[in-house]
């Protein structure tokens, strides 16, 4: 089973377009988008609808409850115009998106739980970085019962390991995707994950799962120009360049 991870799209659908045409290109079973599709850039209603028709799992990011949010209160403050221009019928659909998504496999000497949130299995807004106390992030598999958590949110990919302290033993996995729309680890390419187990996957070992990073260019200064010659702050369009 291989399955492509997208997230934290943020509206940047040129981005999504070409990591879309990259994850075809790929002998890949199933994909799923951990969340925060709007905010930051100008396309997030073709970003929506490009998801619903094909029809990939989403998640409700922290950014996706801000747009529906500022749409109950009918905000028309400046720094909310990202999300002002979210159509009636996109919001609707982000207003009834999950916080989580769970998947089970068999494998070969147990049945493992693969977790994906946006930001962790405790809220959206909840950064699970790569340097967290391991005592304090294995405790969030045990309390979970997830062996592998697939997250987003702080747009910034890492596959890390760690020993179950449990008596059972093995080993948990956490995978940061990155961001399709908007990357934050210098590397303004998108970024997504492909996730490969296997029916014999041991997870009494380390290498028990394949994780692959996959780096997609873009046509990053048109989509910055366009930030610039619209209501947004051109700060967005230099964060683009920069990937930070």
């Given at each position: 089973?291989?399955?492509?991870?997208?997230?934290?799209i943020h509206?940047?659908?040129?981005?999504?377009?070409e990591?879309?045409?990259?994850?075809?290109?790929?002998?890949i079973?199933?994909?799923?988008?951990?969340?925060?599709?709007?905010?930051?850039?100008?396309?997030?209603?073709?970003?929506?609808?490009?998801?619903?028709?094909?029809?990939?799992?989403?998640?409700?990011?922290?950014?996706?409850?801000?747009?529906?949010?500022i749409?109950?209160?009918?905000?028309?403050?400046?720094?909310?115009?990202?999300?002002?221009?979210v159509?009636?019928?996109q919001?609707?659909?982000?207003?009834?998106?999950?916080?989580?998504?769970?998947?089970?496999?068999?494998?070969?000497n147990k049945l493992?739980?693969?977790?994906?949130?946006?930001?962790?299995?405790?809220?959206?807004?909840?950064?699970?970085?790569?340097?967290?106390?391991?005592?304090?992030?294995?405790?969030?598999?045990?309390?979970?019962?997830?062996?592998?958590?697939?997250?987003?949110?702080?747009h910034?990919?890492?596959?890390?390991?760690?020993?179950?302290?449990?008596?059972?033993?093995?080993?948990?996995?956490?995978i940061?995707?990155?961001s399709?729309?908007?990357?934050?680890d210098?590397?303004?390419?998108?970024c997504?994950?492909?996730?490969?187990?296997?029916?014999d996957?041991?997870?009494?070992?380390?290498?028990?799962?394949?994780?692959?990073?996959?780096?997609?260019a873009?046509?990053?200064?048109?989509?910055?120009?366009?930030?610039?010659?619209?209501?947004?702050?051109n700060?967005?369009a230099?964060?683009l360049?920069e990937?930070?």
């Amino acid at each position: 089973m291989r399955i492509a991870i997208i997230s934290d799209i943020h509206a940047n659908f040129p981005a999504l377009e070409e990591t879309l045409k990259s994850i075809e290109q790929q002998n890949i079973d199933a994909v799923y988008c951990l969340g925060d599709l709007v905010g930051y850039n100008l396309w997030p209603n073709e970003v929506i609808n490009e998801i619903r028709k094909r029809h990939i799992p989403t998640l409700e990011g922290n950014h996706d409850v801000k747009a529906v949010d500022i749409h109950s209160m009918a905000s028309k403050d400046s720094d909310s115009y990202a999300y002002q221009i979210v159509g009636k019928e996109q919001i609707e659909y982000l207003s009834t998106l999950p916080a989580h998504i769970k998947l089970e496999y068999q494998v070969i000497n147990k049945l493992i739980m693969i977790l994906m949130v946006h930001g962790s299995p405790y809220s959206n807004r909840e950064y699970l970085l790569e340097d967290k106390d391991e005592k304090d992030f294995t405790d969030i598999f045990l309390d979970s019962g997830a062996d592998v958590i697939l997250c987003g949110h702080s747009h910034k990919p890492y596959h890390r390991v760690m020993k179950n302290p449990d008596k059972l033993g093995g080993y948990f996995h956490a995978i940061n995707v990155g961001s399709v729309g908007k990357p934050k680890d210098g590397n303004p390419k998108c970024c997504y994950a492909v996730i490969t187990i296997n029916k014999d996957s041991d997870f009494s070992k380390k290498e028990s799962i394949e994780v692959e990073f996959v780096r997609v260019a873009y046509d990053i200064e048109k989509v910055a120009k366009a930030i610039e010659d619209s209501e947004l702050p051109n700060s967005y369009a230099q964060m683009l360049r920069e990937a930070y």
